[in-house]
Antibody, heavy 123, light 106 residues
Framework: QVQLQQSGLVLVNPAQTLSLTCDIF??????????WNWIRQSPSRGLEWLGR?????????DYAVSVKGRITINPDTSKNQFSLQLNSLTPQDTAMYYC?????????????WGPGTLVTVSS | DIQMTQSPSSLSASVGDRFIITCRAS??????LNWYQQRPGKAPKLLIY???SLQSGVPPRFSGSGSGTDFTLTISSLQPEDFAIYYC?????????FGPGTKVDI
């Protein structure tokens, strides 16, 4: 059984950088059989896929154009986790941020989700 | 980006009702279509992937169909725990985009 763990609440000032981590239990961030995703949800933007990282003999990542240039998703094999960094924050980045796993062989569906981290961007 | 629309945006139903939610993509996504259920205060839960494959552990009253641009999620007999918001998601091309959701309440 895969479990993903995230921290609870984050308050960040505008223009600063958001850093979130997702701890993985029951699978490996370096697995060739999965991709590791960040997704956020807000009342104004709905559910928004932000990006992913995955290992296929080397590390790859993909990002949504809406946040490209501001986002970095990194794996940490020593801690079996992956992280999200989002810089130049504005109040429009206020949202619930979820991490999720997509198994290989399907349709990139997210079958396991973290509980979410509520991020508020405000001074 | 591929745009996803859903209809209806909300509906009222009763326990035992059969209901269908429609999802439409702005271009063909073959069968790269997933359905999720979200209850208040919880993360989304995967119901259907690849348009019609039932996720392990999901009751068989849930079913999905469609290909190309038009897809449906059907619940054959609504149960009290099914009152929630349902989202479709295309995973044919990046960025993977979600529909706006369909809220099902009593």
């Amino acid at each position: 059984q895969v479990q993903l763990q995230q921290s609870g609440l984050v308050l960040v000032n505008p223009a600063q950088t958001l850093s979130l981590t997702c701890d993985i239990f029951g699978d490996s961030v370096a697995s060739n059989g999965a991709t590791w995703n960040w997704i956020r949800q807000s009342p104004s933007r709905g559910l928004e896929w932000l990006g992913r990282t995955y290992y296929r003999s080397q590390w790859f990542d993909d990002y949504a154009v809406s946040v490209k240039g501001r986002i970095t998703i990194n794996p940490d094999t020593s801690k079996n986790q992956f992280s999200l960094q989002l810089n130049s924050l504005t109040p429009q980045d206020t949202a619930m941020y979820y991490c999720g796993r997509s198994p290989i062989g399907g349709s990139h569906q997210v079958d396991y989700w973290g509980p979410g981290t509520l991020v508020t961007v405000s001074s | 980006d591929i745009q996803m629309t859903q209809s209806p945006s909300s509906l009222s139903a009763s326990v035992g009702d059969r209901f269908i939610i429609t999802c439409r993509a702005s271009q063909s996504i073959i069968t790269y279509l997933n359905w999720y259920q979200q209850r208040p205060g919880k993360a989304p839960k995967l119901l259907i992937y690849a348009a019609s494959s039932l996720q392990s552990g999901v009751p068989p009253r849930f079913s999905g169909s469609g290909s190309g641009t038009d897809f449906t999620l059907t619940i054959s007999s609504l149960q009290p725990e099914d009152f929630a918001i349902y989202y479709c998601q295309q995973t044919y091309s990046i960025p993977f985009t979600f529909g706006p959701g369909t809220k099902v309440d009593i």
